[in-house]
């Protein structure tokens, strides 16, 4: 069965940086778009950024450009967020995020918390 699993959250500084990994398992990997969103307390999800299957494409919400970066390696079955100059107001649960035709897929997410 598809398996997405997060992981490099924590707790950093403003301005601080994480890069965060998504390990896929149970589907064919590469020829998948990729996709984080995160999900703020009492807010809702929102896209944050994707990838298309053989990475040369990005997308980048407006308020991540520049901060964010979206990589993955599909030898390695893995989708990696780089985040950075992070704001306060970015503390909330990134997931990670697949979809085919009939299903859509979620991680159980991993938290990223920005506080001094």
């Known amino acids: 069965q598809v398996q997405l699993v997060e992981s490099g959250g924590g707790l950093v500084q403003p301005g601080g940086s994480l890069k965060l990994s998504c390990a896929a398992s149970?589907?064919?990997?590469?020829?998948?778009?990729m996709s984080w969103y995160r999900q703020a307390p009492g807010k809702e999800r929102e896209l944050v950024a994707s990838?298309?299957?053989?990475?040369?494409?990005?997308h980048y919400a407006d308020s991540v450009k520049g901060r964010f970066t979206l990589s993955r390696d599909n030898a390695k079955n893995t989708v990696y967020l780089q985040i950075s100059s992070l704001k306060p107001e970015e503390t909330a649960v990134y997931y990670c995020n697949t979809r085919s035709r009939i299903n859509i897929y979620w991680g159980k997410g991993t938290q990223v918390t920005v506080s001094s």
């Open positions: 149970g589907f064919t990997f590469s020829i998948y778009a």
């Open positions: 990838i298309s299957t053989t990475g040369d494409t990005t």
